[in-house]
Every structure is written in C-alpha cells, then in structure tokens.
C-alpha cells in the first residue's frame, strides 16, 4: 500500500541562508496533502490499523491531527469521528467535515471495533514521521550540521530523531524549539523528568501539550537535543518574515522553529559552547492549518497589546 503522505521539496533558502550565515535548507512539510507533518505519522498508524482489521477512526483532535486522521480515513475509505473541544475555530470543523469525518464537540462515541488515533504518543507515529529524514537525506548535498524541529507534544521530535538514527546521523545536534507558556519540554529536560504544565500560555496552541511524551525526554538521553524556547512575538514575527521570504503561511509553532534562524539562536549556541562548527542546517518547516493572513494580523494586535500592557504594569 502506498503511503498517505507525498515526499516533500527540500529547498536551499537564501533568504534564511543570508541571516543564518550557513547553508540553510527547509524541509517543506506545510505542502503536504493536510498541510502539515501530522499526515506522516498519523497516515502511518492509520493504514496499519486498518490493515490489522479495524473499521473505525477515532481521533480527540481539532487541529492537524484531527485533520491527517480524516484525510486518511477518506483515503482508507474508512468511517472515522474527530472529537474537538468547543474552542475549535469553525473554520476546522468546516474542513474535517469536507473530509468525510463525523465532528462532536465532547461527545461519547460509541463503535465496536474501532482504534484511537492519538495525535504524537505512538510508535507508529514515530516510524511515519521518520520519513522526513529518510527523503532529506537523499535531498540534501551533505549531511547537516544541525536540525531544527518544534515541539508539541513530541511526535515530531521523536520521528525526526528516529530517523536520524535510521540513517546513519546520530551524531547530527537537534535544537527542539518551544514557545513560552507551553514548554512542557524544557521543564521535563530541566527537571530530569516529565512535567506536566498547569495550562497552556501560548498562541502557538498546536504546541500546546501540557506534558509531552516519555519517548521524547529519554531521546535527550540517547541524542544530543538542544532545548531552545523563544517568545510568542518571535514565533509569529518569524511566521511573517517567513511568508515575506518565501510566500508561505504557516503557524506560530513552526514560527517557533524558524525563530531558531531570524532571531540568531544558533550563534548562540555557538557562543555558549553547545554547538560546533555549522556550514550546513536543516530546517523541518512543519506547516499547520490554524492559520490565515487576518489570524496573522490579529496575533499581532494581540500581542502588541499585550507588550503594551506588560510596560504600563
């Protein structure tokens, strides 16, 4: 059976080149069929599902996953429910619905023989979402000097790492990148242990899992991952300067990656003796369809206002 997902362009950006000083290659994963990464690994587990006999799709996601787990149960020509939490905006209840998918907002569903879809926490997950560095490595002309991936709740972190290791790059540095307020992996790393956070402070609401998964923090353990956070600002000033470079939307958690380039970080690093020598990055631009130009502006607004807000206090 073929795969859910396609292989995605792996583009030298000058742009991001010019500000990082290196060669700095972006992984397009925002031109998947779903927009998104999320297709990857939720592609994966679902066609093992079904292949293994189940005739139901279940996912609790109104957002990219949610959205991965409808395209593929269409594909799959499989019933599936997406529960979402009434904060979803329209807008994605529109979409999930044109895939075929069956909404409840906190609703119970009741199916005999059905499997849950979850959104990072999977093996399967983890082995769809390798692909990303299986087709880089056969994209790109030398092996990088670094990765820069986000983190949500870990399934990118974790695919992109295995895949690494599938590879032969186990010695390629990953820099994970989170916003503030919804670093729930930088507080596991510095505790040495999962943290689960009290709630979720960020707009970047696609990185919002209040505790990530324990595979992600034992990576830190096998891998050298760089735990970086930057601002909500700088996540959203990085999604616009990236659609300026490069005519693309994408959401302030892939902003949070692309704010490893805009606002210096790896120089940082570098300074900080926690990296090396880079010539070459690798840049996953994970995608996301929380998105559009008026949320863009609005983020901004908002936190303008809240900039303005935290001065006057």
């Known amino acids: 059976m073929h795969s859910l997902h396609v292989k995605t362009p792996l583009l030298e950006s000058h742009p991001l ?12 994963d925002n031109v998947q069929p779903c927009g998104s990464f999320k297709i990857r690994g939720v592609g994966n587990l679902c066609q093992k599902a079904v292949q293994r006999g189940s005739q139901h799709l279940v996912c609790s996601s109104g957002g990219n996953a949610g959205l991965a787990a409808a395209y593929s149960a269409r594909m799959l020509d499989t019933p599936c429910d997406i529960i979402v939490p009434s904060t979803t905006p329209e807008s994605m209840v529109v979409r999930l619905r044109e895939e075929g998918a069956n909404v409840t907002v906190h609703g119970d569903v009741s199916v005999l023989c059905y499997t849950y879809v979850p959104p990072f926490n999977h093996p399967d997950i983890w082995e769809g979402v390798a692909s990303v560095i299986h087709e880089s490595s056969e994209q790109i002309k030398n092996k990088p000097d670094v990765v820069v991936v986000c983190v949500g709740g870990g399934g990118l972190l974790c695919g992109v790492l295995q895949g690494l290791h599938d590879v032969g790059w186990k010695d390629v540095p990953v820099i994970a990148m989170e916003t503030e307020g919804a670093n729930s992996f930088e507080a596991s790393v510095k505790a040495g242990e999962l943290v689960t956070l009290d709630g979720i402070r960020s707009i970047a609401k696609t990185l919002g899992a209040t505790r990530v998964a324990e595979r992600a923090l034992e990576w830190t353990k096998e891998h050298n991952v760089i735990s970086c956070v930057c601002t909500d600002s700088q996540a959203v000033n990085a999604c616009e300067r990236f659609a ?41 631009v994970c995608g996301g369809n929380m998105v559009t130009i008026e949320q863009l502006l609005k983020w901004k607004t908002q936190l303008r206002l809240n900039e303005v807000n935290q001065k006057v206090l």
């Open 17 to 28: 080149s010019r500000k990082a000083k290196c060669s700095v290659y972006i992984k397009l």
């Open 244 to 284: 300026n470079d490069h005519r693309m939307l994408v959401e302030p958690s892939c902003g949070a990656t692309l704010a490893a380039i805009y606002e210096n970080i790896l120089p940082k690093l570098q300074v900080d003796g926690r990296l090396g020598t880079i010539k070459t990055a690798l840049v996953i």
